[in-house]
């Protein structure tokens, strides 16, 4: 059997022991296949890449299949994989973990800033705050370095 891949990271990661982000999808294929090859101790598989957009029929059939997945949403539990299916989450990306925690944090010391009774002496200054900028350019001084006072 010949199984053609058009994504050549995940050709990559299916031969990485390394935890990367996504990873168990390629260990839950890896578990599949050899329940497949317990079965049928013949069969032989060879992994190919094919580019992504050399109008090879299954290829496109996969690609419009993808497309309209992400645009109408998923298919019925029933149809999917149980890895797939909604009872159980998928687990947390790290990296996502990390942005979405960096973006609320961001949202809060926002707030907290307009609460101040400082900020409308910062925002007449810039009214950037907080800036990414000014956070920057302070990340490598010591807080008392940092800090600057400005009138009430």
């Not at 990873?23 to 060879?46: A, C, E, G, W």
């Not at 580019?51 to 996969?62: R, Y």
């Not at 645009?71 to 019925?76: A, D, F, K, R």
Request: hydrophobic content about 35%; some cysteine.
């Amino acid at each position: 059997a010949t199984m053609f891949i058009d994504n050549q990271a995940s050709i990559k990661s299916s031969q990485s022991f390394r935890s990367t982000p996504g990873h168990y999808l390629t260990d839950h294929l890896n578990r599949q296949m050899m329940r497949v090859f317990k079965r049928h101790p013949k069969l032989r598989l060879k992994i190919c890449w094919i580019p992504g957009h050399c109008d090879v029929a299954g290829n496109e059939a996969v690609d419009i299949e993808a497309k309209k997945a992400a645009t109408e949403g998923s298919s019925p539990d029933i149809h999917l994989p149980v890895l797939f299916r909604s009872k159980k989450p998928l687990p947390l990306s790290k990296s996502a973990t990390k942005q979405a925690f960096a973006a609320d944090l961001k949202v809060r010391s926002t707030v907290m800033l307009s609460k101040s009774p400082r900020y409308g002496s910062i925002s007449r200054i810039d009214n950037s705050v907080p800036s990414n900028k000014y956070q920057k350019l302070v990340q490598k001084l010591a807080r008392p370095q940092a800090h600057f006072r400005l009138p009430p």
